[in-house]
């Protein structure tokens, strides 16, 4: 075998070598598990928070429960009956890579009354009102500065209602809450429209009503 044959065998596999450890080095990233993060909302009733959040990319999981209250594993009758003191939330299990808490805070606004401070749409009661749990200091700066946007905007003359709140515990809503929307389409449709809520948020926000898709 000449010498240039030899070069070029060579080169040949230390190619090959090198494109078998990039494809090697992908597959292995690819098996790492992903850094999710987690963000909690409470927009009213938690079975119209879960689609907004589901539709967009990078959102792994939402769950519907219950936050900001003093009993632990409290029950959906114990929650809507009053004296637990905990809010309907949906949880938002998400990939920071993907989506940014930043375009969460926009889903969320656009799918709330920030100014009703009663409830939420036909939902009346403290178990109801809109909020947002911060889990750490970053997400404590993005609401307020997303709050501040919002105020900005001079949507009404009422004052913003929606608080933020240190998150400190959360606990699922019992399985058939789970992706209700998913398992009862027309009932939530049904529910969703003699509660006003499409209505409401069209009058507030217009063509932002429901955020980005």
């Not at 509660?195 to 980005?212: F, H, K, T, V």
Request: include cysteine; glycine fraction near 8%.
């Amino acid at each position: 075998m000449n010498a240039d044959k030899k070069s070029r065998l060579s080169v040949i596999s230390y190619v090959l070598m090198v494109a078998v450890l990039m494809m090697l080095a992908s597959w292995t990233q690819a098996d790492e598990p992903r850094e999710l993060s987690r963000a909690t909302f409470a927009g009213g009733c938690f079975w119209c928070m879960e689609p907004p959040y589901d539709r967009l990319d990078g959102v792994i999981e939402t769950i519907s429960g219950f936050s900001g209250g003093h009993v632990s594993n409290p029950t959906y009758r114990q929650v809507v009956n009053g004296g637990t003191g905990h809010i309907e939330v949906v949880q938002v299990v998400y990939d920071p890579a993907v989506v940014s808490y930043e375009q969460l805070l926009s889903v969320f606004w656009r799918n709330i009354d920030p100014f009703q401070a009663d409830g939420q749409f036909c939902d009346r009661g403290p178990m109801y009102r809109s909020a947002i749990f911060v889990h750490d200091d970053a997400q404590r700066r993005a609401a307020e500065a997303s709050l501040d946007e919002v105020a900005l905007l001079g949507l009404s003359d009422q004052p913003i209602d929606t608080r933020i709140l240190e998150f400190e515990a959360f606990y699922p809503a019992e399985d058939y809450h789970q992706g209700y929307y998913l398992k009862n389409p027309v009932r939530y449709r049904y529910y969703r429209w003699s509660c006003g809520r499409d209505r409401r948020l069209e009058q507030i926000w217009g063509d932002e009503a429901g955020g980005p898709p």
